[in-house]
């Protein structure tokens, strides 16, 4: 499938985290659109009605960002879900405008497999985040993993100099190396993907050590157990901060991006100052724009 084409309805803040995204590959925007973006592999035209159009060869990557149905090509869908010992990595909070950006490794052997499928670690996409509260601390105990945290702060000031799938590879990659170091990694390791492959390995081509030979596919959580369990440990490791974060603060936070996150980090700003805002949110999101008044 060299040149699929997918048609998403995007919500506005869908539409504004995208465009933002990849501001870098803005191009000039055809009859009828409202802008255009030219990332690897892939054009993304906004239309004023709300549709995006993902076009080329790597529409399904980008799209699937958006989109819980969209599936990854046929031909690159691999049957080897069922592999073992199998390593999976996955990243949670780049939708949140409050809270880290979390990234787990896992690595799942014949030996926990049943243990895995039992916790019900295949339906982490169904799964509420008391399920997540009560699922995680087993896989914890049971799972060889790694977990990064990059919080507001950091994730603040690295923003400046990368974008967002910049900043996921080299957490991702990070993981492995730590997984690496400290348990050894199995020959097959598969990343939840986010961006293209190429993009991926250009992203992270200055770090000092780089773990070659990833499997990437989009929607893998649902597909690949190791991803699932990397996905509810990352999803874990963000939980706890954001806890931390309501107790700091003392005020209930809100997850997401939208409208209530707006009216949160209006009272948040009230209360602490707008200085403060870069301690517990992604500042480059639009949220921030629309706290002016609040300044
Ligand atoms: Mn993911």
Known sequence: MSNSVITLKLSEAQEDMLLHQFREN???????????????????TCYSSGKAVFQGKDAAVYASAFHPAAQPDAETASTSADILPQAGSDEVGTGDYFGPVCVAAAIIDSTTIAEV??????????????????IA?????????????LDNARYNAVHETNNINAIKAKLHNQA???????????????????????????????????????????????????????????????LVRWDEMEKKYGM??????????????????????????KNAAKLHFRNTEKLHGHR
């Open 176 to 238: 492995y190396v730590n997984l690496e170091r400290k348990y050894g990694l199995p020959s097959f390791c598969m990343v939840d993907q986010f961006t293209p492959e190429a993009s991926y390995y250009r992203y992270i081509r200055q770090e000092p050590r780089v773990i070659r030979g990833l499997h990437f596919e989009t929607k893998a959580e649902n597909r690949y157990p190791a991803v699932g369990a990397a996905s509810i440990i990352a999803r874990y490791a963000f």
């Open 26 to 44: 803005r191009t000039a925007a055809p009859a009828y659109a409202k802008w255009q973006v030219r990332p690897e592999g892939c054009v993304i």
């Open 137 to 149: 601390p087993s896989l914890l105990r049971l799972l060889p993993h790694t977990v990064l945290i």
């Open 117 to 134: 499928r039992r916790l019900g670690v295949r339906d982490s996409k169904a799964l509420s985040d008391d399920d997540i509260r009560r």
């Open 252 to 277: 209930t936070l809100c997850k997401g991006a939208g409208a209530a996150v707006d009216r949160c980090a209006a009272g948040f700003v009230s209360r602490f100052g707008f200085e403060e805002l």
